[in-house]
């Protein structure tokens, strides 16, 4: 499985090494920029594995706004 975020694994591992895509189970996406490259790769038939969009999910957007302001404010 890969676990991407903005879809450069995704990109990368399908352009360069299209026989190990065999052995892919799914990708799990979570930025806006990488979904929108598997709707691409999807519509024009190079999707050749499931893939899931975690960035529109509940879970992702609670979870965000909960930890990652604060963790920002720490961080500056």
Do not use: W
């Amino acid at each position: 499985m890969i676990l991407d975020d903005g879809g450069d694994a995704t990109h990368l591992l399908l352009k360069r090494y299209p026989a190990a895509s065999n052995l892919i189970k799914g990708i799990v996406e979570e930025s806006v920029t990488g979904v929108h490259r598997l709707y691409q790769l999807s519509k024009a038939g190079k999707l050749t594995v499931p893939a899931m969009n975690v960035n529109d999910s509940v879970t992702k957007t609670k979870f965000d706004n909960l930890y990652c302001p604060r963790e920002t404010i720490v961080d500056a």
